[in-house]
């Protein structure tokens, strides 16, 4: 943790950023409830907690023997200073997508603690661009599986009708600005992100009696886009658009199938609270909130759980017209870069980190001294273990998930050059049966076809035949 941490935030406060928001592993949050208060008064707003599954085993790979309870304990923690969390998921086929289902599950019994997540579809850069095309092919996560994985694994909502591109709530923001009038000092977040890179859909919960349903599947999503945009086109100034969101959505609202305690007044009540569009008080979320605030803002009966998949790009499916249309770019000495750009390949981040480098790591631990190291399974002290929290301990007490061991593949760069080293030690025997086993999976899981020959063992073999030329001085 950088000792400069709050400063930034009280940085970011005073220059005029209304929502500030850190990506943490939880470990200094989950140690010292007063370093939680001292950054909800800096001004930290959310938490973007890195979270992949329910249970110790889930979070193993992490080599933190009790990571999953410096979670719960960070969870706590933050809740109660005022901040926010939103758990996030990298997602990684065959290591952690049994755990889709659990996380959001875990949400849905956590409403009152809960109102976002984050799934990240793995994305292969820095040490796995040497990644092996088997490993690839085994660990590939889209947002495609994503929205079948969260159908199938929690019955909640279908694929093809409740999940939406990222972009599609511009729509919506669109009319908050236009309710909100040109006097206003900032307009809303407008996500025009390209459509392949991120999903997401909203389930709207009864936070008292956990019941839930998504929030397409009994209001009609596009045709609502649409009405919204006739709204929004007719620019008839604020109390005619506010009308006119109110005839939208009591036109496309089936009360036979949303939560049984849930009117359309209550469900305009969440649209307005969402987009601050009328002048009613939810609670300050920029200048000077204050607890009282964040409890104001919690006290309503229902949530829209909002889940949201992000799929960064890499190497292998990279797309500049993605990185054209990026929203998350970084804030550099050489201005704004996306983050697609800046992370994959040999890019911009080594570019301007080796430019502006301020200390080498030896010199910022003689000077600022070295924090403690959670590494080898080695547990992070917490003061206490207790929480709150809803969990199902079924999840809670399920292994790791063995689905790469069973097939044979590394699961990690670290695991790659393990298996490479056994490899050359292998006898002539073991090397013919590995290689028969590669030539069925390439066959049989990735579809390829054995007749064809690949332009890298063609290359190798015309380099052998070469002839060569003996040059005598």
Request: aromatic share 10%.
């Amino acid at each position: 943790m950088s000792p400069y941490f709050l400063d930034a935030v009280r940085y970011a406060k005073k220059v005029g950023y209304n929502s500030v928001q850190a990506a943490t592993n939880g470990i200094e949050f989950a140690k010292s409830p007063d370093f939680c208060r001292q950054a909800a008064e800096a001004g930290l707003r959310f938490a973007y907690l890195q979270f992949d599954g329910i249970g110790n085993a889930a979070n193993s790979h992490r080599r933190v023997g009790n990571l999953f309870d410096v979670k719960l304990r960070a969870i706590e923690n933050m809740w109660n200073a005022g901040i926010d969390i939103v758990p996030v998921i990298t997602i990684v086929n065959g290591v952690n997508n049994e755990q889709v289902g659990r996380v959001i599950e875990f949400a849905l019994d956590n409403p009152k603690k809960i109102s976002f997540l984050s799934f990240q579809p793995v994305s292969f850069t820095g040490r796995d661009e040497e990644i092996t095309p088997e490993r690839r092919a085994a660990q590939r996560y889209t947002l495609a599986h994503l929205a079948h994985d969260v159908k199938n694994q929690t019955g909640i909502g279908e694929p093809a009708r409740d999940w939406f591109p990222i972009s599609f709530i511009s729509t919506f923001t669109d009319w908050a600005d236009l309710v909100k009038g040109p006097e206003h000092d900032f307009g809303n977040v407008s996500c025009g992100c390209h459509p392949n890179c991120g999903i997401g859909t909203a389930v709207l919960v009864d936070k008292e009696t956990k019941e839930r349903a998504a929030f397409t599947s009994f209001v009609n999503g596009p045709q609502l886009a649409k009405d919204i945009r006739l709204v929004n086109d007719a620019a008839r100034g604020r109390a005619w658009s506010a009308i006119g969101m109110a005839l939208s959505l009591a036109r496309n609202y089936n009360a036979f199938k949303a939560p049984s305690r849930l009117t359309i007044l209550g469900l305009m009540e969440r649209f307005d609270k969402a987009f601050g569009a009328t002048k009613r008080d939810y609670g300050k979320v920029g200048d000077g909130r204050t607890i009282a605030d964040v409890q104001k803002r919690r006290s309503d009966r229902f949530l829209f759980l909002f889940i949201a998949g992000m799929w960064f790009q890499d190497l292998f499916n990279y797309d500049f017209r993605r990185t054209e249309m990026c929203i998350i770019p970084y804030a550099t000495q050489m201005g704004e870069i996306s983050f697609c750009a800046y992370n994959t390949g040999i890019g911009w981040r080594q570019i301007v980190e080796k430019m502006h480098m301020t200390a080498t790591l030896t010199k910022w631990y003689d000077e600022h001294g070295r924090h403690e190291i959670f590494a080898g399974n080695k547990n992070v002290p917490l003061a206490t273990t207790e929480h709150s929290l809803v969990l199902n301990a079924d999840a809670v007490a399920a292994g790791v998930q063995t689905d790469l061991d069973e097939l044979g593949i590394a699961k990690n760069a670290r695991d790659e050059q393990v298996q490479a080293r056994k490899k050359k030690q292998m006898t002539p025997e073991e090397q013919a049966h590995h290689a028969e086993m590669a030539k069925l999976y390439r066959q049989h899981v990735l579809k390829e076809d054995p007749s064809l020959v690949s332009l890298g063992s063609l290359k190798s073999t015309i380099k052998r035949n070469e002839p060569t030329v003996e040059v005598r001085s």
